[in-house]
C-alpha cells in the first residue's frame, strides 16, 4: 500500500511526523513570507510577525485558562447544589441588569419620558381630557342617570326584601306545618310503629333457645337398657 494514501492515526505515538516520501512536500505554517506588504520595511515586518505569533500563542493559553475556570466553577456549583435553572435565572437577571443600565435603554427611557410629558402637554391632550371630563361630569349630573341610579337602587332593595319575605313565609309555613293536627298524628304513628319495632326485637331477644337445649330443663339422662 502507498504510505501516501494511508490515513493518520490521531492515537500513534508517531503522530505529526510525516512520512519519508512527504517530507519534500511544502508545507504552510501561516507565516510563511511572500512579500513585503507596501509602506513596510523588512525589519518592521519581521517584528509585526514576531508580535502577531507572540498574540496568539496568548490567545491558546487564554482558552486553556478559560476551560480550566470553567471546569472549576462547575464543580464549585456542582458542590453547592445549584441547577442550571438557577444558573439560568442569574444570568437572566444579569442580562436584564445590564440592558437596563446600558446607554440604549437609558436614552430610550429618557425619550419615552419626553414624549409623554410633550403629549400630556399639548393643546391636542388637554383639550380632549377637558371635552371627556365635562362629558363625565354632564353624564352623572343628568336627569336620566340618577333616574337610572335610583331604579337600581329600589330594585336591589326589592330584590332584598323579596327574599327575606320569602325565607320567612317558608320558616313560617313549616311552623305551622309542625303545629298541625296533621303532622302531630304523622309523629304519634311514627312513635308507635317505632315502639312496636323495638319491643318486638326484645320479645324476640328474650325467647330465643339456650345453648344446652330447647328449655331451661336439665338433659334426662339416657335409661339404661
Known sequence: ???????????????GLLSDSMTDVPVDTGTTRTTIPEGLTEAEEEE??????????????????????ERHCGELKRKLGLTPLDGLKQNLTKSWHDVQVSNAYVKTSEKLGEWNEKVTQSDLYLSASSTLEDWNEKLTHSEAYKKTQETLSQAGQKTSA????????????????RNSAT??????????????????????????PSPTGSSDKPLQDHAPF
Open 1 to 15: 500500500m502507498d504510505p501516501a494514501s494511508q490515513d493518520i492515526n490521531l492515537n500513534s505515538p508517531n503522530k
Open 48 to 69: 509585526l510577525r514576531s508580535e502577531l505569533t507572540k498574540v496568539e500563542e496568548e490567545i491558546v493559553t487564554l482558552r486553556q485558562v478559560l476551560a480550566a475556570k
Open 162 to 177: 323579596a327574599l327575606s319575605n320569602v325565607g320567612s313565609a317558608i320558616s313560617r309555613k313549616f311552623g305551622d306545618m
Open 183 to 208: 303532622f302531630k298524628s304523622f309523629e304519634d304513628r311514627v312513635g308507635t310503629i317505632k315502639s312496636k319495632v323495638v319491643g318486638g326485637r326484645e320479645n324476640d331477644s328474650d325467647n330465643l
